[in-house]
């Protein structure tokens, strides 16, 4: 039973650049969470999904910042034109139903050069 | 206030030594809590939830204090293997609240 995969797990982009993220959530969980963790920080929530829908995303930037979870497929965490600050560990989790214990997969690192 | 403050540690021990980690949430209105633990880059992993009544696990004892929004972790016995960031961790209908974690550094 596989846990959450993320992918990939390092990431280098440009300035400018596109980032996506990918995450899978466990079998049979339908939410998902995404958390950024910037060096020496804590995580930091950005976005609630569930299938199809953006339940809160209220963590997440207004600009450049964008989240999907599609019926088929992972959810994506995609970052558009991304700048220096962007560079963080960024954490996806899932739970088969709200208020569940969050599971984490093992998260995607990026680098902006 | 921050949300979810922490000491940022870090606590060094010895070998067998019992640690106590504290934690202070400031939303009255959390409903969950949990201990996760975090090792040097990597992702982070639910340790144990926190219940009213305290509850352990092994050698962790975590406790509950709703009237005074606080948290704490007990472990007994340190192993080597316990060196790693303690996330004391609170929620209020889903997106966790993190706070930046106290660090553990038990020594041989």
């Known amino acids: 039973n596989a846990g959450v995969m993320q992918n990939p797990r390092h990431l280098v982009r440009r300035r400018g650049q596109e980032a996506r993220l990918r995450c899978s959530p466990m079998?049979?969980?339908?939410?998902v969470y995404w958390y950024r963790q910037l060096p020496e920080e804590g995580l930091k929530f950005m976005v609630y999904l569930q299938k199809e829908n953006i339940i809160d995303e209220s963590g997440m930037p207004k600009e450049r910042f964008s989240a999907e979870f599609p019926k088929e497929g992972p959810s994506i965490l995609r970052i558009q034109q991304v700048v220096r600050g962007d560079s963080a560990a960024y954490f996806c989790?899932?739970?088969?139903?709200?208020?569940?214990?969050?599971?984490f997969g093992d998260g995607t690192r990026l680098s902006i050069l | 206030r921050k949300e979810v403050e922490q000491d940022p540690g870090p606590f060094n021990v010895p070998e067998g030594a019992t640690v106590a980690f504290n934690c202070t949430y400031s939303?009255?209105?959390?409903?969950?809590f949990f201990w996760y633990r975090q090792d040097c880059r990597k992702e982070p992993k639910l340790l144990m939830s926190?219940?009213?009544s305290g509850n352990e696990d092994g050698r962790f004892t975590a406790q509950l204090n709703r009237a005074s929004q606080y948290i704490s972790l007990l472990i007994r016995d340190s192993k080597l293997s316990d060196s790693a960031t303690y996330l004391c961790?609170?929620?209020?209908?889903?997106?966790?609240?993190f706070g930046k974690g106290t660090r553990l550094s038990v020594i041989a």
């Open positions: 939303n009255s209105a959390s409903q969950s």
């Open positions: 926190v219940y009213s």
């Open positions: 961790v609170v929620n209020k209908n889903t997106p966790l609240v």
């Open positions: 079998k049979g969980h339908s939410h």
């Open positions: 989790a899932s739970t088969p139903e709200s208020n569940q214990p969050q599971h």
